[in-house]
C-alpha cells in the first residue's frame, strides 16, 4: 500500500501563508534559510525550529502527518547528530541536527500551502532574465515540480524494495536492498521520462 | 477518423552482447484507418512497442510512421498533440502531486491563463466523476481512480487518437468495466493494447502480432480466434 508524506504535497486552506503569493514566499523560504544557516549556537537553532513548527501549525499540516514525513529526515538526522556529538560536541550536535530539521519544516510548509501550478509560474517569471543566457525556465521549472513528486514516489519505491528484500528474509543485505532500489528508481524515472514524452512535454 | 500509417517499419534494440541487436518488430506495413483498432499478442511480442511508434515514444530502426500525414520522426510535436497515450501503470503517468495540478499540467500550452487553467481542469476531472478530488494527491487515489484521472489528463488536450497500453491490466473488474466503458464511448480513433479478448473482439479490427510480425489482420473477431487457436495449439 502506498503511504502519504506531506513534503511536495498541496494541503489547501485559507490561512495567511495559503494566500501570500508564490514568488515573495519562495524568496521569504530562500531568505528564511540564509538567515538559519549563518545565526550560530544550539539554543538559535532550537528558536528556528520552534519558529518553522509554528508556521506548520499556523498552515494547519496535521502534526501526525508531519511527524510522519518527517521520520526519514529524522533519522538522517540522528546519523549526522552522533557523527557531530562524536567530533564536536553536544552543542555542535544541536545546532546542525535543529537547523536541518528546522528547514525541512519550513520547506514542508511552503510545498503545503503553494500549489504547484503557482510554484511552476513563479520559477517561470523568475528566471525569465535567465533565458539570455540560455536558461529554459519551463524546464527548469517543471525539473523543480517533478523533483518534489518524486520524493514520496521513491520513498514507497524505497518501502516496497525493503518489504521485498523482508519476504526472502534478505533485510540484513544491504546488496538485496541498494541494488532493486537504484534499479527501480532508474526504471521510475524513465517511466516518468515516457510520460512526460507522450504528452508533448518538453517538445518546445 | 484519423489515420495510422507503418510503412516497412523494424525496431530493434541493443542485446547482451556486442554485435547482436535483437529486433523487436520486422518489416511492419499496416495502415490503420478504422475507429478502434486492437492489438493482441503474448508477453514479448511486440504489440506494445508498436503502440508506442504512433506518438514517438519508440523509434524505428528502419521503415516510416505517419499519423494524418506527418512523420512522427520529424515532426513529433505535431504528433504527440494529436496522439494521447494512456500508459498500463497510471502511477507513471501522473506527474503532479494532485489531480487538478496533473490536469493543468496537460493544458499549461492550451491554455495560459492560471485560473482559467484551474477551472478547465476542475471542469475535465468532473467530466470523469473526479472533481471532489481536484486537491487530493494523485498517491491517495485508488488504481482505479488514478487510470481515469490519467485518461482525463489525455483527453484534456483534445488529442484526434488515444492510443491505450493495456489500460486495464492493473485494475479489478469494476475498475476495468468502469475504464473500457470510457475508452469504448470515444469518438477519437482508439488504439487498444489488450490481454482482455473481450475487450478486442468489441474493436473493429484487430492485429495479431507474434514474435515482431502481425501474423493476423482483420476483423476482430476473426483475429481473436485466430489468436486463441495459436494459443491452444502446443
Known amino acids: ?204 | 477518423m484519423a489515420h495510422i500509417e507503418l510503412d516497412h517499419v523494424s525496431v530493434t534494440a541493443p542485446g547482451g552482447g556486442a554485435d547482436d541487436d535483437v529486433e523487436i518488430l520486422h518489416d511492419v506495413s499496416v495502415r490503420l484507418t478504422e475507429h478502434r483498432v486492437a492489438l493482441i499478442g503474448g508477453n514479448g511480442s511486440g504489440k506494445s512497442t508498436l503502440a508506442r511508434l504512433v506518438n514517438g515514444l519508440v523509434s524505428p530502426s528502419a521503415g516510416r510512421v505517419v499519423v494524418d500525414d506527418l512523420d512522427v520522426a520529424s515532426d513529433g510535436a505535431a504528433v504527440r498533440r494529436r496522439v494521447g497515450f494512456v500508459f498500463t501503470n497510471p502511477a507513471a503517468q501522473l506527474v503532479m502531486p494532485t489531480c487538478a495540478e496533473d490536469i493543468a499540467l496537460s493544458l499549461r500550452k492550451l491554455v495560459p491563463d492560471k485560473d482559467a487553467r484551474r477551472a478547465r481542469a476542475v471542469a475535465v476531472l468532473d467530466e470523469f466523476g473526479l472533481g471532489h478530488l481536484a486537491d487530493t494527491t494523485v498517491h491517495a487515489l485508488s488504481g482505479g481512480q488514478q487510470q481515469l484521472l490519467a485518461l482525463a489528463g489525455v483527453l484534456a488536450i483534445e488529442p484526434s487518437i488515444v492510443v491505450a497500453d493495456e489500460p486495464t491490466t492493473l485494475l479489478d473488474l469494476r475498475n476495468s468495466a468502469i475504464v473500457a466503458e470510457r475508452l469504448f464511448a470515444l469518438e477519437q480513433q482508439l488504439v487498444l493494447v489488450t490481454h482482455d479478448l473481450e475487450l478486442a473482439a468489441r474493436c473493429d479490427r484487430a492485429l495479431v502480432v507474434e514474435d515482431g510480425r502481425v501474423a493476423f489482420d482483420g476483423p476482430a473477431a476473426e483475429a481473436v480466434a485466430h489468436y486463441r487457436a495459436s494459443v491452444s495449439t502446443p
Do not use: C
Request: net charge positive; glycine share 8%; proline share 7%.
Open chain 1, 1 to 204: 500500500m502506498r503511504r502519504t508524506f506531506p513534503l511536495g504535497v498541496f494541503h489547501p486552506g485559507t490561512s495567511l501563508l495559503h494566500r501570500i503569493p508564490a514568488g515573495p514566499k519562495l524568496g521569504l523560504l530562500f531568505a528564511y534559510g540564509v538567515v538559519a544557516l549563518v545565526l550560530r549556537g544550539p539554543w538559535t537553532a532550537l528558536g528556528t525550529l520552534a519558529f518553522s513548527l509554528l508556521l506548520a501549525a499556523w498552515a494547519r499540516i496535521p502534526p501526525r502527518t508531519l511527524l510522519r514525513g518527517l521520520r526519514p529526515i529524522v533519522l538522517i538526522a540522528v546519523f549526522i547528530g552522533a557523527f557531530q556529538v562524536w567530533q564536536r560536541g553536544w552543542p555542535a550536535a544541536v545546532e546542525v541536527v535543529a537547523t536541518i530539521v528546522a528547514l525541512v519544516v519550513a520547506a514542508t510548509v511552503f510545498t503545503a500551502t503553494t500549489p504547484i501550478d503557482e510554484m511552476l509560474d513563479a520559477i517561470t517569471r523568475g528566471l525569465r532574465p535567465f533565458r539570455r543566457l540560455g536558461v529554459n525556465p519551463d524546464k527548469v521549472a517543471l525539473a523543480f515540480s517533478l523533483m518534489l513528486r518524486a520524493i514520496p514516489d521513491v520513498l514507497a519505491l524505497a518501502h516496497e524494495t525493503r518489504d521485498a528484500a523482508r519476504a526472502r528474509g534478505l533485510e540484513r543485505n544491504p546488496r538485496a536492498l541498494l541494488v532493486p532500489m537504484a534499479l527501480r528508481t532508474v526504471a521510475h524515472a524513465q517511466a516518468t521520462g515516457d510520460a512526460l514524452t507522450a504528452r508533448g512535454i518538453g517538445d518546445d
